[in-house]
C-alpha cells in the first residue's frame, strides 16, 4: 500500500529535550516536505527537500533541522524544543516533474506537545 | 506574495443540503496550481483535486464539484446534498510549483454536517 508513515504518533516532551520524528515513504517520490498545524494558521511549510542531499527552508524553519540521506526517509529534527513548537506535524510527498506540481501524499500527522 | 483566503471559518448544513466552500487566491504568477484537501476528525489530509491555471473548465465529481474563475480569482468547491461523512476541515491551497513545490494553505473551514 502506497502510504507516508510518521513517528511518534504523539509525543510530549519537555522543554529542550532534543527529538526527531520520522517520515518515510515508498513511493519513490523525489520531493519530502514538513508542514506544521495550527489553530487559525492553516498549514505552513517548515522545510523541504528535492532529492537525496538537497534540503532547503520553508517558511516557519526557525528551531528545526532535517537531514535526506535516503530517498525514501525525511526525520525531522528538534534540537532544543520549546513550547511554541506544540503544534501537529505533517509530513508529505509528491513526484516532482518539470517543475510541475503533483498531488502530495500527507502522513498521519504526529501531535507535538512541548511542556 | 502568494495568499489563500477561506473567509468561512465553520459552516452548519443539514443533510441533503447544497453547501459552498469559498477559496480565494491572490497571486502575481500567470502558471499556478490549485488545490483542495479534506481533513476529516480522524486527522489525515485527503487530496480531493488539482488544477492548473490554464484550466478553467469546472469539474465534478460525484456530490462534489468545483468552479475556478480567474476573474474573481476564486476557486469554490460545491458539496451537492451533504452527508454527515462530508464533516470535516476544508483546506484549499496554491502551489506555483518550481523548486519548492510547496503549498500556500488557506485557514481551512470547518463543515458540520447535521443528521
Known amino acids: 500500500e502506497a502510504q507516508v508513515t510518521q513517528n511518534p504518533r504523539y509525543l510530549i516532551t519537555v522543554t529542550g529535550k532534543k527529538l526527531t520524528v520520522t517520515c518515510s515513504q515508498n513511493?519513490?517520490?523525489?520531493?519530502m516536505s514538513w508542514y506544521r498545524q495550527d489553530p487559525g494558521l492553516g498549514l505552513r511549510q517548515i522545510y523541504y527537500?528535492?532529492?537525496?542531499?538537497?534540503?532547503d527552508k520553508g517558511d516557519v524553519p526557525e528551531g528545526y533541522k532535517v537531514s535526506r540521506k535516503e530517498k525514501r526517509n525525511f526525520p525531522l529534527i528538534l534540537e532544543s524544543p520549546s513550547p511554541n513548537q506544540t503544534s501537529l506535524y505533517f509530513c508529505?510527498?509528491?513526484?516532482?516533474?518539470?517543475?510541475?506540481?503533483?498531488?502530495?501524499?500527507f502522513g498521519p500527522g504526529t501531535r507535538l506537545t512541548v511542556t | 506574495a502568494q495568499k489563500v483566503t477561506q473567509a468561512q471559518t465553520e459552516i452548519s448544513v443539514v443533510e441533503k443540503e447544497d453547501v459552498t466552500l469559498d477559496c480565494v487566491y491572490e497571486t502575481r504568477d500567470t502558471t499556478y496550481y490549485l488545490f483542495w484537501y479534506k481533513q476529516p476528525p480522524s486527522g489525515e489530509l485527503v487530496f480531493l483535486i488539482r488544477r492548473n491555471s490554464f484550466d478553467e473548465q469546472n469539474e465534478i465529481s460525484g456530490r462534489y464539484s468545483w468552479n475556478f474563475q480567474k476573474s474573481t480569482s476564486s476557486f469554490n468547491f460545491t458539496i451537492t446534498a451533504s452527508q454527515v461523512v462530508d464533516s470535516a476541515v476544508y483546506f484549499c491551497?496554491?502551489?506555483?510549483?518550481?523548486?519548492?513545490?510547496?503549498?500556500?494553505f488557506g485557514t481551512g473551514t470547518l463543515l458540520a454536517v447535521q443528521p
Open positions: 508529505a510527498s509528491s513526484f516532482l516533474r518539470r517543475n510541475e506540481p503533483y498531488e502530495q501524499y
Open positions: 513511493m519513490n517520490h523525489e520531493y
Open positions: 491551497a496554491l502551489s506555483l510549483g518550481g523548486a519548492t513545490n510547496k503549498l500556500i
Open positions: 527537500s528535492m532529492n537525496v542531499e538537497a534540503t
